[in-house]
């Protein structure tokens, strides 16, 4: 180093350090908090309504498409014909009756803070029918008369009677050589049937006619001491209040049929002096008679009044006899019948208020009040004919041998019918599922 520079290179060295420091470590960073939220989004203040409008079967609409949480909606529910409602609701809401609504189609709900949809669904009633039972285990169905179909029924003995009444239609069978339990059956569709038990009675005892009316199913039995037995409903048979009811009395040991018609029952028997009775809720009877025959076999309701047919003559060349009640507890004989015997079916046509009746062979007859009598056509094949009922604009007969028959004309003219099977159909009832 030369002299004189040394103060000159200890300058220069400081300068060096303070113009290029000894780097520091970088300072700790806070950690990362969340930020702050939006500021809230004021709610529409109509919410959305969807509903679906035409549906299969009807339409379902609501009175507007928006609405207030707390305001009142509408939905108004059209059906188209042959459909019932089959589901209505509404998202978030509960739908209530109308009471201001005077067809009662409306729905109303109150509107909730959120969209809804309104949904629901329309179903097809199912058709009135023909149902006809018989000996073994089928019965028969036809929605028009002309056409039938097969459903099958339990083993057992002959199914004896028919009816329909509280949205079912319920048959009767009688007890065999072995079994003491009558059975009965119901379906709601006449198609699937199930079968339940009444109490035990006698052996060798015979349903003979079943009706519904006052919503009471009664059946009547003849042979072995002549039973009655009601059931409110056809089905429950165990339970206190609505099981069938054995009665210890009964009117007659041999009654052949029963018809309900204006508040009350009247059956028919074969015997000679008290062989009809009356009741009004088919347990406790009033015995009346009948002139003028022996072997009553079928009663009806029509017009107004009770017919019964008798059923002795027993040739092609005999008279029958009809009987007619207004009350079902004083009778009147009425006029001959044309020629025909063993009358046993017997229906009234409320679309020609007439009464419709046939027997063996091919003879029917006709009257507008029980009293005065005509010939109407002659029934195909020369069968026995066991019951006749009325529907749909339609008379239907049945009988053995697989026989069936339908008029559309109140008994004038006949057209025979396929049945199922060739057994002896016993009854037959028409009803609206």
Partial sequence: MKKGMGPVVLLLIAMVFVSCPVPLDPPETPESSPPPPSPP???????QIAAPGSVAGGSITADKTTAEAGEIVTVTILRSSGQYLNSISVTGAVLSENEASENKNTRIFKMPPMDVAVSGSFAAFLEPRFVAVGTGNIAAYSVDGKSWAASMMMEGSAWEGVAYGGKKFVAVASAGDNDSTYR??????????????TPSLSLNTFFSG?????????????????????????????????????EEYAPFTSAHDIAYGDGKFVMIAQASGNNAAWSADGVTWTRTAIP???????????GGRFVAVDYSADSADSSGVAAYSDDGSVWTVGGALPEGYHWAALAYDGDNEKFAAAGEGDNTVLSPDGDTWTAGGALPGGYRWTDMAWGGGKLVAVGENGSAAWSEDAGLTWTVTTMPRDINWRSVTYGTP
């Fill in 41 to 47: 989004v004021n709610p529409p203040s109509r919410w």
């Fill in 184 to 197: 009965t059956a119901y379906s709601e569709n006449g198609i699937e049937w199930k079968e339940e038990k």
């Fill in 292 to 302: 003028g025959g022996s072997n009553w076999r079928s009663v009806a309701w029509g």
């Fill in 210 to 246: 079943l009706a519904y009316g006052g919503g009471v199913f009664t059946a009547v039995t003849s042979l072995s001491g002549g039973r009655i037995i009601c059931s409110a409903d056809g089905i429950h048979w165990e339970d206190d209040k609505y099981k069938w009811k054995d």
